[in-house]
């Protein structure tokens, strides 16, 4: 299982135990000040719906559903603060607390939809309390406070926050990913692999490298240009992402050279990878390009070496695949070695 998902997994269990121990809090609370009888109907649809959440997301690892689910559930109990006040009137901040976290785990648009159903809900309640068919807590000047509130809210979701996001993005970006081809750079993948070997060796997973080369790519730049060179290396990238599992790995090693790293994946399935991505290759800068475009591939599996160097491990994996790849360059290039 990707480090991604495992991580997304803590982090979702981690926010339902929290959810959890609240709604059990404030029972507790509201059972010695009042209000407990209204409230429970509320605490338990609420943690129910997070419940559900939860398990849906160990199932299907759905994130942005799961965050839409739990955002719901949510907003059961912070309605039912809102209808109720709360301790000492203070109900209506659970709805701006909802709000302003709803931009940092949602993407903008579902955050913004989020907000305004919820603002919606919020203001067809006082509207109700205004002609007289419910009773809120509040005193006026509070509502035009949650409103307020609420479009400050908003805006800085809409600005300020999703401006940081996308500065974080672009700053991860150029720490981790190959400015031309989009996928890992050298730093990134030797972070990945050394993770992934350490994972390999402890339960001993098979787990299989390749080194893949564009063939004569100095010709194809000193023929065509530079910038035809880096258009193949881009449209390169592209076939290797179409060509990998979500959780295989894929990087720029240097120049025209490329690394894969296939988890869970023994030589003799990696040799499949590998034919497939050569053969891929082949076929479409032939069809789209009309030139005869390859690539060589250097193949070999972690065979859970007793080093307990990882460091050592990645520099004889690397040197092992590196040397079947010059074996397949020898053999006349366009071909599959394996070591």
């Known amino acids: 299982m990707p480090n991604e998902v495992l991580n997304l997994k803590r982090n ?3 926010f339902y135990i929290i959810v959890s121990l609240i709604l059990v809090i404030y029972s507790i609370i ?3 000040i009042g209000g407990l009888k209204f409230y429970i109907p509320f605490f338990i649809i609420s943690w129910l719906g997070f419940t559900f959440s939860w398990l849906y997301f160990r199932k299907n690892n759905d994130y942005e559903k799961t965050i839409l689910y739990f955002f719901l559930s949510g907003s059961v109990v912070a309605y039912a603060a809102f209808l109720q006040g709360g301790i000492d009137k203070t109900g209506y901040l659970w709805s701006i607390l909802l709000i302003s976290v709803s931009y940092l785990l949602m993407e903008t648009k579902k955050a913004n939809l989020f907000s305004f159903s919820f603002g919606m809900i919020l203001a067809f309640t006082i509207l109700l309390h205004i002609s007289g068919f419910i009773t809120l807590p509040y005193n006026p000047l509070s509502y035009l406070t949650i409103f307020i509130i609420i479009s400050i809210i908003v805006y800085v979701g809409n600005s ?12 991860d970006k150029i720490a981790n990913k190959d400015i031309l081809t989009g996928l890992y750079n050298r730093k990134k993948i030797i972070e990945i692999l050394r993770r992934e070997l350490a994972r390999a060796k402890r339960y001993n997973r098979p787990l299989s490298i390749l080194l893949i080369d564009i063939d004569d790519f100095k010709k194809i730049n000193d023929t065509y240009g530079h910038n035809f060179g880096d258009k193949i290396l881009r449209e390169f990238a592209r076939l290797l992402r179409m060509s990998l599992r979500k959780l295989d790995y894929s990087g720029r090693w240097g120049g ?3 690394i894969v790293i296939l988890p869970e994946t023994d030589k003799e399935n990696a040799v499949k990878v590998a034919e497939k991505i050569r053969n891929l290759t082949a076929n479409y800068f032939e069809e ?23 460091d050592l491990i990645i520099y004889e994996i690397i040197e092992i695949a590196d040397n079947a790849l010059y074996k397949a360059k020898r053999d006349g290039k366009n071909k599959v070695a394996v070591k």
């Open 288 to 310: 789209i390009y009309g030139k005869k475009i390859t690539i060589s591939i250097g193949l070999t599996e972690f065979k859970h070496w007793d080093k307990e160097s990882i």
């Open 30 to 32: 509201h059972y010695f």
């Open 256 to 258: 025209e050279e490329f």
């Open 160 to 171: 300020v926050i999703r401006e940081t996001i996308e500065k974080l993005i672009f700053l």
């Open 12 to 14: 979702i269990t981690a």
